[in-house]
């Protein structure tokens, strides 16, 4: 409005000019404007300028041209898209970004997108698109963008920087799943520099029969047997020597990548022998003492590494048996964690400061330890779950806890998420949105949410939504086990939930049918979700053929899914934990005591 009546002023002082008074990106379905990109652009200014053609095609009905020109073409409104210094943003005057970050802002005829790296441009202009432009990304496909429709669309007004909240982010989309990666780069959903920070001893030392026969000694000792179990002997030298040269191999062929990770593989089995005892008792063995042990090992891998690559560093989650902060151990300062918030053991009905939950007290104390020694840390969630593809609606405590994270000053964050879309997408919008705002109003971000993606059923599906975050929360009373959330499950709330559903549909008849198909997209996770309730209780009741039954359908209401953008529930997780849910039931006892953390 302001810029508008600007140039309603201009217009009285100067000789009028065309284009001068009130800049274009189209007019009447027409374009107006030109992006403009380096002859030499990389591929994320190259989708950058592919992304904002296509959406203000959608918005307007006009393509705009993409021009390659490192020359300043003054004759159109442009959008110019690229990096702090470069062509075609060179004229851009302003304080460089930093990487992954932008810089935007509207000068004259000209709009500059200019991002501190190529990632930086990128995420300036799906910051444009959202922000200016009004696009909302509430779910990957077309089912999950918003877009307005304007055929006579100006020249945005705007100035803006911003920059990502974390040091590194792994991405929100763990799983995979057809049209995620696009919507996770549109969400700005990776940040920092690629790196492979998972469970990595198969890239040291795979546990193969000739590795094993070469030498027993390499790997762990379990219960007095060596062979057993596929985890290292840390203490050994030749392991570290081979840590030492597979980072070596890993950074001379990833040059950009500031971690190699020394993860141990996945599970449990570390070695007892008589060489790891001896490095425990440097740190007075005991509780935690594991957590030493990897400390001892990271610190010895990384004083050679420092001989051929300074400055890097090696990574080593903190999970399951070592979740704990080492007891006397000292991380060097390349060391880096993650620490894992396991469902299993810790709880996500509360948030992760409400000092009535003792699972979580132990974890934030867990964390702060790690925070105390380690200079990289970093938060290993779950908000996508990986046995459970029926609801999980934990939006009441992430948005608690993200926020918490940053404060903390944790470097590194990484969500394992399922693509369970109809059941738990909410979890990973709200997410994308924290970890680049940790102080946005998540109530203004849900009404948002609510109004554009449901329409007309915003009421009805709010209530939906909302009722099984508040019988989540009604679960909490918890003892020791991370699972009695999974009492949630029960016949009469679905009953009650799928009654909002049908008056999500009566209210959405008169909408579009993109929010008719919205709700029949949840409905999907509803029918789900109801079966696997169904295999729940019918455990309860010792019905185990009715289990059985139930196991049927659940599979195959998943299996309907296969195909569909994004997937309302994770087909492979619904193939593979499914069966298992069954089994539980079939022992009749309730899977919250049966799932319970020995
Ligand atoms: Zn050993
Ligand atoms: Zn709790």
């Avoid at 509430?138 to 304007?150: I, N, R, T």
């Avoid at 935690?288 to 004083?303: I, K």
């Avoid at 709010?462 to 909490?476: D, F, H």
């Avoid at 069966?579 to 022992?587: K, N, R, T």
Wanted: glycine fraction near 10%; charged fraction near 20%.
């Amino acid at each position: 409005m302001t810029a508008r009546r600007a140039a309603v002023a201009c217009a009285l002082l100067l000789p009028r000019v065309a284009w001068a008074a009130d800049p274009m990106l189209a007019r009447r379905g027409v374009p107006a404007a030109a992006i403009v990109i380096a002859p030499t652009a990389k591929p994320d200014e190259k989708l950058a300028a592919a992304e904002l053609q296509e959406y203000v095609r959608k918005i307007s009905g006009a393509t705009l041209p993409i021009a390659l020109s490192d020359r300043r073409t003054s004759v159109i409104p442009s959008v110019r898209i690229g990096v702090f210094g470069q062509a075609p943003v060179e004229a851009w005057k302003g304080e460089k970004p930093a990487p992954d970050a932008f810089s935007v802002e509207t000068s004259g005829n000209e709009l500059y997108v200019v991002g501190g790296d190529t990632r930086g441009s990128l995420y300036g202009t799906y910051e444009l698109i959202e922000r200016a432009l009004d696009v909302r990304w509430f779910m990957p496909g077309e089912l999950g963008e918003d877009v307005p429709a304007q055929a006579t669309l100006p020249l945005p007004r705007v100035k803006f920087a911003k920059g990502p909240a974390f040091g590194h982010v792994s991405g929100i989309i763990w799983g995979g799943g057809p049209g995620t990666e696009a919507w996770e780069l549109r969400m700005r959903g990776k940040v920092g520099p690629p790196e492979a920070f998972g469970h990595n001893w198969h890239n040291v030392l795979p546990f193969t029969p000739q590795n094993f026969a070469a030498n027993p000694e390499w790997f762990a000792e379990v219960g007095g047997v060596r062979g057993q179990s596929p985890q290292l002997c840390t203490a050994h030298p030749d392991i570290v020597r081979f840590s030492v040269e597979a980072a070596r191999r890993y950074f001379d062929r990833n040059p950009d990548s500031p971690l190699f990770s020394l993860s141990p593989n996945d599970g449990y089995g570390f070695c007892e022998d008589a060489r790891c005892r001896a490095v425990d008792a440097l740190y007075g063995g005991g509780a935690g003492v594991l957590s030493d042990r990897f400390v001892h090992y990271g610190n010895e891998v990384l004083a050679q590494l420092a001989t051929t690559h300074p400055g890097k560093q090696v990574g080593i989650y903190a999970y399951a048996t070592h979740v704990n902060p080492p007891n006397r151990a000292r991380p060097a300062p390349g060391y880096a964690t993650m620490v894992a918030k396991m469902p299993w053991e810790f709880c996500h009905v509360h948030a992760l400061a409400d000092p009535a939950c003792g699972p979580n007290r132990r974890f934030l104390s867990y964390m702060q330890g790690w925070n105390s020694v380690v200079a990289h840390s970093g938060i290993y969630e779950y908000y996508g779950h990986f046995f459970v593809s029926a609801t999980w609606p934990i939006v009441h405590s992430l948005r608690r806890d993200i926020p918490l994270y940053h404060q903390m000053g944790i470097e590194r964050f990484i969500t394992e998420s399922q693509q369970h879309w109809a059941t738990q997408g909410l979890n990973l919008y709200v997410t994308a949105k924290l970890l680049w705002d940790p102080k946005a109003d998540v109530d203004l971000l849900l009404d948002e949410y609510y109004k554009r993606f449901y329409g007309k059923a915003a009421t009805a599906m709010r209530r939906y939504w909302g009722r099984w975050e508040e019988a989540m929360i009604a679960t909490a009373a918890h003892g020791d086990g991370g699972y009695e959330w999974l009492r949630v499950f029960t016949n009469p709330l679905v009953a009650e939930t799928g009654g909002y559903l049908v008056e999500a549909e009566r209210a959405a008849a008169d909408d579009s049918e993109k929010v008719r198909r919205r709700v029949a997209f949840v409905k999907v996770g509803h029918g789900y979700t109801e079966a696997w309730t169904q295999i729940i209780e019918a455990g309860l009741r010792g019905d185990v053929a009715g289990a059985r039954a139930w196991g049927d359908e659940a599979i195959r209401r998943g299996r309907a899914t296969a195909g569909m953008v994004p997937q309302p529930v994770y087909v492979y997780i619904v193939e593979s934990q499914t069966p298992y849910l069954v089994y539980l039931a079939s022992l009749g006892v309730p899977p919250w005591v049966s799932l319970r953390y020995p």
